[in-house]
């Protein structure tokens, strides 16, 4: 049998989707179309697996024994079973789905709630028209490699990410800024890489992608990660194991509440701060409601060191945990709206804090209109505790607001931009219109202001300087009405006014 090109199966896959198109929600059915896709490749690797012990044993009962296995597939849940069938298909699914899941503790909540037993969406008819269209196709490892495979998946999620508007960016960030990102932290072989908020796990396998660029061995590096949403925890899931990594750690909840670490010797989460090598995230922007009310009492984790983020923005209080979560000589990458290098009150406090212990390395400035949902423009903080002797007292200031490509619907970074942006932090060296190596008592004499177009104009933002400054100042302004209101209510409760 032929292989597929990537295009090919990109196509094949994203044909499947247009299937299910209108007819289950636009925000849930990737969910459905990426179960299926996972439960074919598992079927078809089950099968290549047995035909080749069969061969080299002679043994049927051997060669479908689980432990010979990556994944088990029981007999009755096998693909070409459930095609046996013409009614109650969705069902037939479902169980499936729950078989595998319990016999392989790896995949337990892999297929999320996916739910094909609604017969209302999922008509018998419309079953057997997708995965009439799925079988067209075998998705065995000789035909597809997990690389290719991985790949039309990322495809698949970037294609779903567009159509999703702003949701698109709760679990896919595009993935040439994940590359700026891992370029410049620079994952080395034996590194643990975590990131707390990892969507689709696209981070992650940027790392792996960096060490097989560089022809390093991949399985040296340790992955972990949390994420929130349950639905895009399987997608996460789903696109580590068609990638072939079956050691990579995701927990399931709220970093911010409920942070979870691995515990290599009970081989399970437990609740508390992990240790790491390299920390990447892309939290939600300007989180409003993340857990306020219970850092204003004290992070139980003692992550508040640099002090509480405003209620309405916790943007800060993930990259505190990130800062936590990072080995004394580890080193981070975080996405954040520029509002959190310029904005007064209580994270103009953080902000300070961090500046005078030194720990923030860069601030590199983004293009607007990279991210999905996002139109505003957004930065990336490299942040270091133990920062190299010749970058102490000192921040690189990088303003790559003209570094992009523009796109009929969004902008992008190319290679090259990548490569300009990834060299400038590298360099850590003045660089004309482009990059500013600052000291840390100049930015103090700024008023521990980050705002980039005050260090570093392009000439692509003189228009935009004032904009920004009067954005500051109407953030410093909602910061403080929030600070007087909370005041106000705490003099209205002990009067009795107000339970």
Not at 84 to 107: M, P, Y
Not at 369 to 380: E, K, M, R, S, T
Request: aromatic content about 10%; some cysteine; charged content about 25%.
């Amino acid at each position: 049998m032929a292989k597929l090109t990537q295009a090919e199966l990109e196509r094949h896959l994203w044909q499947a989707a247009d299937i299910l198109r209108g007819t289950v929600d636009s925000g849930d059915y990737k969910q459905y179309i990426f179960g299926l896709l996972f439960y074919k490749r598992l079927c078809d690797v089950w099968d290549e697996e047995f035909e080749k012990l069969l061969q080299e044993t002679g043994d049927k009962a051997e060669a479908a024994d689980p432990e010979e296995h990556r994944f088990h597939v029981p007999f009755e849940h096998r693909w070409d079973e459930v095609r046996k069938h013409s009614t109650q298909i969705g069902q037939r699914l479902n169980n499936a789905f729950n078989a595998i899941e319990d016999a392989n503790l790896r995949l337990k909540m892999v297929f999320g709630t996916l739910d094909f037993a609604k017969q209302d969406q999922f008509p018998d008819a419309l079953l057997e028209k997708l995965l009439s269209h799925f079988e067209t196709h075998r998705l065995r490892n000789a035909d597809i490699t997990p690389d290719v495979l991985g790949d039309a998946y990322m495809y698949l999620i970037k294609m779903f990410a567009e159509g999703s508007g702003k949701k698109g960016g709760e679990f896919y960030t595009p993935r040439q800024v994940v590359h700026l990102m891992v370029e410049c932290v620079d994952p080395q072989p034996g590194m643990s890489v975590y990131d707390p908020t990892c969507g689709s796990g696209g981070m992650l396998l940027e790392a792996v992608q960096h060490l097989k660029d560089r022809n390093q061995d991949v399985r040296t590096l340790s992955l972990y990660g949390q994420e929130k949403n349950l639905g895009t925890w399987a997608i996460a899931q789903i696109n580590l194991f068609l990638h072939d990594i079956d050691d990579a750690f995701i927990a399931k909840g709220d970093t911010i509440l409920n942070p979870k670490r691995y515990d290599p010797k009970a081989r399970e989460f437990v609740d508390g701060i992990g240790a790491y090598d390299r920390v990447l995230a892309n939290p939600p922007f300007s989180e409003k409601v993340w857990g306020h009310e219970v850092w204003s009492n004290g992070d139980h984790y003692g992550r508040d060191v640099y002090g509480v983020p405003p209620k309405g923005y916790g943007d800060l209080a993930f990259v505190q945990h990130m800062v936590a979560s990072l080995k004394d000589d580890g080193m981070l990458a975080v996405v954040v709206p520029h509002g959190v290098l310029f904005r007064g009150g209580a994270e103009g406090k953080i902000r300070q804090k961090m500046l005078e212990v030194d720990i923030i390395e860069a601030v590199i400035g983004l293009a607007p209109n990279l991210f999905y949902g996002a139109g505003i423009p957004a930065a990336i903080i490299i942040i270091r505790k133990d920062k190299p002797a010749k970058r102490r007292g000192k921040v690189l200031i990088v303003n790559g607001d003209a570094t992009f490509q523009p796109g009929k619907a969004q902008n992008f970074l190319t290679g090259d931009n990548v490569k300009a942006l990834a060299d400038a932090f590298h360099g850590f060296a003045d660089i004309e219109k482009l990059a500013r190596v600052v000291p840390v008592s100049e930015i103090e004499g700024n008023g521990f202001n980050l705002n980039i177009s005050r260090y570093v104009q392009t000439g692509a933002d003189a228009e935009a300087v004032d904009v920004a400054a009067e954005v500051a100042k109407l953030q410093d302004l909602i910061v403080k009405r929030d600070e007087a209101e909370a005041v106000m209510f705490g003099h209205l409760t002990r009067l009795g006014y107000v339970e």
